[in-house]
């Protein structure tokens, strides 16, 4: 063993590393999740101690589930698939490998410091400086191998996964260096960015909302438009279509940013730019919509098929339904000025958060997951356990998304009523809150025992899933030990 | 700067379309050029654009005691912008919170803590409203944990916020300066 697989020269062995390590974040990110739900029924719960603070776990949770979980996994898929659609070998499985080793050096040092309270504070771009630049690394070495695969490529005409995978690698070092404030002190915390105040949150959410598509949302597109026609065995709908919705996306979607901070401080010019491009926005969803129904047509039944072979494919469906919800609340329900008032910092946003990283683009990864595995290790999984872990996780899913959403209503619909005053000495009319913001935690008591609920059902199926992951590969170990 | 605007949307759209309708667009040595270009006209239209605006100085964007910035790197580092916001918007939805938040009130904020939940109360005008007391009360345990302690200041059934015990006096007195400081 060489360092558990991690010099390894073998083919697939990048994409099995990156694979199995995401799993692992994936179990802990759950935990965290878990703890973070409970705090909100009982914040007594694991209290007074610096590390374990909400205000600590939080953006270990957030960071986790985005760099450890949906990255790593996101990477270990499109290893697996640009060899496959490029007709050679991964340019260098060494090199992969090493990027994977990396990559789980950056997250355990990001997981202690973040724990320990080094922050940049910046939502989305929390990591301090050393931890950013460790990742910067990652992505570089990752580009190189990924371009050097593609510019040998045996197949002329580039299938529309590699377009995205390539428009990942090529936007997202970008997208991070600028959002990420290099300019700061090592330790983050207090530390002097470029820009200040205003700026500094335009800079922020240019940065978090692009990164979202530009890397989670392009990777998970690439992985969705090669599995879609693997998996239901149908030809791609239009290829037109695709190359419409590509190019759109790269068009509209890193407009959007302000939409983050409507009503604020900001310059309304700008906020009006985003929300008439988040309603754009329509167009390259529709794009990739219309192709995913048009391709899945009449394979809708396999969701209740009981096979090794529908297996993924039930996850991808969900996935593509749940791409098109959380993509019609962008441009319907957060982004128009008078309904995002309404929205604008409640559950609403955590619930269109989950729905996009939970629902979407985890469901699409589990399906690409359960599809790769088998054969990148010659070993199937555990079909009764994949099926606990699709009801579990979808039920848990569906409660969970259900109870934030409403409970959003409650929130916005509270923090609206408001009583109306006149000054008769000043002849000015007052709006007064009709309830103190007490009052609003305390009526979402039984909302946040819900999303519990919720969580832990989601939490037993996700486990479910590592523990499947986990034994397949045991069992795949110990039959390569055996052939040997 | 309406005009650079402009010209840098169409710029974006023209690629956009030559994108759409040359079929070979999607090779390498196009793509990569391509992209970026896009992006980094996105990036000088959203990001470096509004930034060149003037702000105009308000009373309330001051600059900060050497006291309260530690007490502000106390609040990012535990992370309090993740439950509370610091903007006050011109809607109905935030009227009787207190004066709208202008650009200039955040003059010396590094990082801006504007926030994107209000699981707690918005805190733009937390300052002056209870006593140093209160704070140290409250922040030590929000809630009351034993019957001597029901009615004490700061003590409020039913909150949600977590206890923050483990802050060094120090730390806690520097916490409730730049809590006092958000007028």
């Known amino acids: 063993m060489d360092l558990w697989g991690f010099l390894s020269d073998k083919e697939n062995s990048a994409a099995r590393n990156f694979i199995l390590s995401s799993v692992i974040w994936l179990a802990l990110v759950v935990v965290v999740a878990l703890v973070l739900a409970i705090k909100f029924n009982w914040p007594d719960f694991l209290s007074n101690v610096s590390w374990l603070s909400f205000g600590r776990l939080r953006p270990l949770h957030v960071n986790g589930a985005l760099f450890g979980w949906l990255s790593m996994s996101n990477v270990g898929i499109m290893l697996y698939i640009v060899p496959r659609l490029t007709g050679v070998r991964l340019w260098s499985e060494r090199l992969g490998n090493l990027t994977c080793l990396l990559w789980n050096l950056f997250l355990g040092f990001s997981a202690v410091t973040l724990l320990a309270g080094y922050t940049q504070g910046r939502e989305y771009a929390e990591y301090i400086l050393p931890i950013d630049f460790l990742l910067m690394l990652c992505l570089f070495l990752l580009l190189y191998n990924v371009f050097k695969t593609v510019l040998t490529r045996k197949e002329k005409v580039m299938y529309v996964s590699l377009w995205y995978f390539v428009g990942a690698l090529v936007w997202t070092p970008f997208i991070y260096v600028v959002g990420n404030n290099f300019l700061m002190d090592l330790t983050g915390l207090g530390g002097r960015g470029p820009v200040s105040g205003i700026n500094d949150a335009m800079l922020n959410w240019w940065y978090g909302h692009n990164l979202i598509a530009m890397w989670f949302g392009n990777l998970g597109l690439g992985i969705f438009y090669y599995f879609l026609p693997v998996l239901t065995r149908n030809a791609l709908y239009s290829h037109r279509l695709s190359l419409i919705g590509f190019w759109t996306l790269a068009f509209f979607y890193v407009w959007n940013g302000q939409h983050h901070l409507i009503y604020g401080p900001g310059p309304d010019w700008l906020e009006s730019v985003a929300i008439i491009f988040s309603v754009l926005m329509v167009i390259p969803v529709f794009a990739v919509v219309y192709n995913f129904f048009k391709t899945a047509q009449g394979k809708w039944h396999l969701l209740f098929q009981n096979s090794q072979e529908a297996l993924p494919l039930k996850f991808l469906l969900i996935g593509g339904f749940a791409y098109f919800l959380t993509c019609m609340q962008g441009p319907l329900t957060n982004a128009p000025r008078t309904i995002n008032a309404f929205f604008h910092f409640s559950y609403w946003i955590v619930g269109h958060a989950h729905l996009a990283f939970l629902g979407a683009f985890s469901f699409i990864n589990m399906a690409a997951i359960y599809y790769v595995l088998p054969r990148v290790l010659k070993t199937p999984v555990s079909l009764r356990l994949a099926n606990w872990h699709f009801g579990l996780f979808a039920t848990g899913l569906m409660t969970f998304l259900g109870v934030l959403h409403s409970s959003a209503i409650i929130q916005g619909g509270l923090w609206t009523a408001k009583i109306q005053e006149y000054d008769f000495l000043t002849g000015a009319t007052l709006w007064r809150p009709a309830v103190e913001h007490i009052e609003v935690v305390r009526s979402l008591q039984p909302f946040y025992f819900a999303i519990m609920i919720g969580a832990s059902l989601m939490v037993v199926g996700i486990l479910t899933f590592v523990i499947n992951v986990l034994w397949t590969a045991y069992k795949a170990a110990g039959r390569q030990e055996a052939e040997v | ?183």
């Open chain 2, 1 to 183: 700067m309406y005009t650079a605007l402009l010209l840098l949307i169409l710029a974006a759209s023209i690629l956009c379309l030559g994108g759409i309708y040359y079929k070979r667009s999607v090779t390498f040595g196009l793509l990569v050029p391509g992209a970026l270009l896009m992006i980094i006209i996105a990036f000088l239209s959203t990001a470096v654009l509004p930034s060149m605006e003037k702000i105009p100085s308000t009373p309330k964007g001051l600059p900060y005691t050497e006291k309260q910035l530690l007490g502000r790197k106390i609040y990012v580092r535990e992370g309090c912008v993740y439950c509370h916001t610091q903007q006050v918007r011109p809607i109905k939805t935030d009227a009787g919170l207190g004066s709208v938040s202008q650009a200039g009130d955040y003059l010396y904020d590094y990082p801006h803590l504007l926030g994107t939940e209000r699981t707690g109360p918005d805190l733009s005008h937390l300052g002056g409203k209870y006593e140093d007391q209160w704070h140290r009360n409250h922040l030590t345990n929000p809630r009351p944990k034993r019957p001597e302690e029901e009615g004490m200041p700061g003590k409020v059934p039913g909150s949600i916020m977590p206890a923050f015990s483990y802050l060094s006096g120090e730390e806690m007195d520097a916490l409730i300066a730049y809590l006092q400081a958000l007028r």
